[in-house]
């Protein structure tokens, strides 16, 4: 079961592997003193739907954020299945 707590810039992120399978997270957008300004959570099947439905999305389309976050959560033992 991976599991990971991390930040980049103004963006937190937390998630978990599911005994189904399923990825359980939640991704926050904080201000410059670390304040949390507002938090989407989320549940997807695959890593790729995390990153593209949830992370890209919240980042305004960030492509560097994203695949950074993505590493970090392969790096966490998250894996794409196909």
């Known amino acids: ?3 990971i707590n ?3 810039g103004r963006y937190s992120l937390k998630a978990k592997e599911a005994k ?3 990825i359980h997270g ?3 957008i904080n201000d410059e003193g670390g304040s949390q ?3 989407q959570e989320f549940e997807e099947h695959y890593l790729d ?3 593209n439905n949830v992370i ?3 980042t305004g389309g960030n492509r560097q954020i994203a695949n950074a976050l993505r590493d970090q959560m392969v790096k ?3 894996e794409q299945p196909h």
Request: zero cysteines; glycine letters at 8%.
């Open 1 to 3: 079961m991976s599991t």
């Open 6 to 8: 991390t930040s980049m």
């Open 20 to 22: 189904n399978g399923h």
């Open 26 to 28: 939640s991704i926050a």
């Open 37 to 39: 300004l507002t938090m």
């Open 49 to 51: 739907d995390v990153i």
């Open 56 to 58: 890209y999305p919240v």
């Open 76 to 78: 966490a033992g998250f």
